[in-house]
């Protein structure tokens, strides 16, 4: 059983800078694929950013590249979002979310919400003009 809580939103100017914090209960972290989901009111929620189990694969939804990091701390079980560059269509709530099978999937399947089996409650994010 993994638990999942996200913490760090708030509200920020555009042009700001946020970093989302999710730690998890589980004991092998390290082994575990990761990634970020945000849904804004009235849209279905989107993919934002994966990591893979090693680290070292990220991939990240275009509108985000270069403005958002995603990384992982095996020593305190905690996967980091790095937001600059904020935008108000950055606006949502986000949500990390956790593979614990270490069976293989594709790159692409990273991206999709099927293949996560644990979420974490969100945290809200709201970009000011």
């Known amino acids: 059983q993994v638990q999942l809580v996200e913490s760090g939103g708030g509200l920020v100017q555009a042009g700001g800078s946020l970093r989302l914090s999710c730690v998890a209960s589980g004991r092998n972290f390290s082994s575990y694929r990761m990634a970020w989901f945000r849904q804004a009111p009235g849209k279905e929620r989107e993919f934002v950013a994966a990591i893979n189990w090693l680290g070292s694969y990220t991939t990240y939804v275009d509108s985000v590249k270069g403005r958002f990091t995603i990384s992982k701390d095996n020593t305190k079980n905690t996967v980091l979002l790095q937001m600059n560059s904020l935008k108000p269509a950055d606006t949502a709530t986000y949500y990390c979310?956790?593979?614990?099978?270490?069976?293989?999937?594709?790159?692409?399947?990273?991206?999709?919400?099927?293949?996560?089996?644990?979420w974490g409650q969100g945290t809200q994010v709201t970009v000011s003009s």
């Open positions: 979310a956790t593979r614990t099978s270490r069976s293989y999937i594709s790159d692409y399947e990273l991206t999709t919400l099927y293949v996560y089996d644990y």
